[in-house]
């Protein structure tokens, strides 16, 4: 594990996976490194097949910082759909 907050946990990693399905973006709030936040969307062909992602990191975020996810996906979900015709 990288942080006390890194999944590493079969069952835990699995569910966290299925939630990123579910959800169609990831959230990892200090999974990689403390005071590190990342948010990502996945981007799509014209196909509809997951070819990269787009994210967004954020660092030293206090515990009153703005959630990634309500403050900025919409603009990353938006941009993903945008760049969709030139993948």
């Known amino acids: 594990s990288l942080t006390a907050l890194t999944a590493t946990q079969a069952d835990d990693l699995k569910n966290k996976l299925k939630r990123v399905a579910q959800q169609d973006y990831c959230l990892a ?3 990689h490194e403390l005071g590190v ?3 990502a969307v996945p981007l799509r062909n014209d196909r509809g097949e997951t070819v990269a992602a787009l994210n967004l990191v954020r660092s030293g975020a206090g ?3 703005p959630d990634l996810a309500t403050r900025w996906l ?3 979900q938006q941009t993903a759909q945008t760049l969709r015709p030139l993948i």
């Open 29 to 31: 709030v200090q999974e």
């Open 37 to 39: 936040d990342a948010l």
């Open 63 to 65: 515990p009153n910082a």
């Open 74 to 76: 919409p603009l990353l």
